[in-house]
């Protein structure tokens, strides 16, 4: 039982909330050192914006389980999916900036501000910190007529449009990715949305389109069982599996899009960039410890995602050249995507082509962590 001292007096009690009023007015004053030292002092919560369950989701739990491990720390994990991960954004954006709310973000969050939800600038006004890669899958169910990506686009020239391919969503990163592959192959696709990667793959497996569209990671299992059969994949190099079978890549049957491999998905944390210094170099140490830990490359590995850690301008500058694409090739396909899609000139941003003599842009500022 705890004991109340009842006998304090009237000056002893304005002196103990003088002090602990001194006390408050040190750590605004110099909240650097203070918070940095005493940080986390309650549990963090990092807020995923797809559905639980998909890549962005396992990825995002296990490098919180990796930081939660190494750290010490409590991180719950919740999902928050909607308007191409705007939901979860503004929640984040509407809690304080104080290192307790994270973003669990895919693809550099660029789909909010070319599809006009959201008017921050990813790269700019958030520290992005990416952990790995994804890439972008087209395959068949096995008993599909086509053998090859040749034997695809050698039909899609022949009959325009009439190819069906799944997606995870009208605008999202494997929709935007078949779009880049069928420019570039010169071919007219018909696209067909579901509601994230599983049910895209089921579609392509079930025969309700003729191929499935979505990451390696979600088609891998099936393709090692022979329930189905990759046609190729956006990763710069050939993948051989343990039985010697060969999954060729797109830049070994386009060439001209070897210049942009790997393509896929990306999966980042983000965290508001007004965040104290100290917080965030906090944040970036333990991500770093996350990313590179036994257990995450383990789990990279069974799953066909790639490495690649980055942080600071390297970050921003991967994050705003992924806008500019996506804001090139949505633009270049209005009517496939159906939404009020913002120019790159709206948004401030040069021609993919014309990306390196524009980088960095007037008034960027490289993130404050080391």
């Not at 549990?43 to 296990?62: E, N």
């Not at 579609?203 to 046609?231: F, K, P, W």
């Not at 343990?242 to 890549?249: F, T, Y």
Request: hydrophobic share 40%; charged share 20%.
């Amino acid at each position: 039982m705890v004991k109340t001292n009842n006998s304090l007096t009237r000056r002893a009690l304005l002196a103990q909330g003088a002090s602990v009023g001194g006390l408050a007015a040190m750590s605004i004053t110099i909240p650097g050192a203070a918070l940095a030292q005493s940080f986390p002092r309650r549990p963090i919560t990092l807020v995923v914006m797809y559905s639980a369950g998909g890549g962005t989701d396992s990825i995002m739990r296990k490098l919180a389980d990796e930081m939660a491990r190494a750290q010490g720390w409590t991180i719950t994990v919740v999902n928050k999916p909607g308007a191409v991960g705007g939901v979860a954004t503004q929640y984040v954006s509407a809690a304080r900036p104080d290192g307790y709310t994270l973003l669990g973000a895919a693809n550099y969050n660029r789909f909010v501000r070319v599809l006009g939800h959201a008017d921050f600038v990813p790269w700019r006004d958030w520290l992005p910190m990416k952990a790995a890669d994804a890439p972008a899958s087209w395959s068949v169910r096995a008993d599909s007529p086509f053998q090859s990506m040749e034997e695809v686009i050698e039909e899609a020239k022949a009959n325009p449009g009439k190819l069906t391919i799944s997606t995870s969503g009208t605008g999202g990163v494997w929709h935007e990715v078949s779009l880049i592959i069928a420019n570039m192959a010169g071919i007219e696709m018909k696209y067909v949305p579901y509601k994230g990667g599983k049910p895209a793959t089921l579609a392509g497996l079930q025969g309700e389109t003729d191929i499935a569209g979505g990451g390696l990671h979600e088609h891998i299992d099936l393709i090692r069982s022979g329930e189905m059969r990759n046609l190729c994949h956006a990763s710069s190099a050939d993948v051989t599996l343990k039985d010697g079978r060969v999954l060729p890549s797109i830049g070994g049957i386009l060439p001209e899009t070897q210049k942009i491999l790997p393509v896929g998905a990306t999966y980042n944390f983000m965290v508001p960039r007004a965040l104290p210094p100290e917080v965030l170099q906090q944040l970036v140490d333990a991500f770093r410890a996350a990313a590179t830990s036994d257990g995450f490359k383990e789990m990279m590995a069974q799953n066909f995602f790639q490495p690649g850690l980055l942080v600071g301008e390297e970050a921003d500058r991967q994050g705003a050249l992924m806008e500019a694409m996506t804001a090139d090739i949505f633009n270049k396909n209005r009517d496939a995507i159906g939404a009020d899609i913002r120019t790159a000139e709206e948004l401030g941003l040069p021609a993919p082509e014309d990306f390196d003599n524009w980088w960095p842009p007037q008034g960027y500022v490289a993130p404050p962590i080391s």
